[in-house]
């Protein structure tokens, strides 16, 4: 009888990056402002997702501060959130201040293949009209970087 080789160490548990290497190719950006106690008491939660999920660009960004690098963008209610994948807008309007329902939306799009995400992307009109908006595109990790430090 052949027994395996034993280790005594734990099996390496894996980290999102290494179960999902796409994460490096997202940025997610939180349009708040200082003055709306909403953003305020939802930056904590925002800032562990952003933990939880390292390989991920996220960046908290005031409106009012960066209004003039931010062009015509519309922010009707805080939080408003601007999750892309590279190049593509996934998402851009506001959400519920539930730090739980940013990653399950995020875990969603790690699910999708590049081609998934691209047909997504343009699969109505609304998102379609994100990936032509020029002040959506500008925000990239480049130009966020120089606005507002990754979390």
């Given at each position: 009888m052949?027994?395996?080789?034993?280790?005594?160490?734990?099996?390496?548990?894996?980290t999102?990056?290494?179960?999902?290497?796409?994460?490096?190719?997202?940025?997610?950006?939180?349009?708040?402002?200082e003055?709306c106690?909403?953003?305020?008491?939802?930056?904590?939660?925002?800032?562990?997702?952003?933990?939880?999920?390292?390989?991920?660009?996220?960046?908290?960004?005031?409106?009012?501060?960066?209004?003039?690098?931010l062009?015509?963008?519309?922010v009707?209610?805080f939080?408003?959130?601007?999750?892309?994948?590279?190049?593509?807008?996934?998402?851009?309007?506001?959400?519920?201040?539930?730090p739980s329902?940013?990653?399950?939306?995020?875990?969603?799009?790690?699910?999708?293949?590049?081609?998934?995400?691209?047909?997504?992307?343009?699969?109505?009109?609304?998102?379609?009209?994100?990936?032509?908006?020029?002040?959506l595109?500008?925000?990239?990790?480049?130009?966020l970087?120089?606005?507002?430090?990754?979390?």
């Amino acid at each position: 009888m052949v027994s395996a080789a034993r280790s005594d160490q734990p099996p390496k548990r894996q980290t999102h990056e290494e179960r999902n290497p796409a994460l490096a190719e997202f940025v997610i950006v939180c349009l708040c402002a200082e003055w709306c106690g909403v953003c305020r008491e939802y930056r904590d939660g925002f800032t562990d997702v952003a933990r939880q999920l390292p390989a991920a660009g996220f960046h908290w960004l005031d409106i009012e501060e960066h209004a003039d690098d931010l062009g015509d963008l519309d922010v009707e209610n805080f939080p408003t959130l601007l999750i892309k994948r590279r190049d593509l807008v996934l998402f851009y309007g506001s959400m519920l201040p539930t730090p739980s329902h940013l990653k399950r939306m995020i875990e969603a799009f790690l699910e999708q293949s590049r081609d998934e995400s691209q047909e997504y992307a343009f699969s109505n009109d609304e998102r379609h009209g994100w990936q032509e908006d020029a002040d959506l595109r500008r925000l990239d990790a480049v130009s966020l970087g120089e606005l507002c430090p990754q979390l």
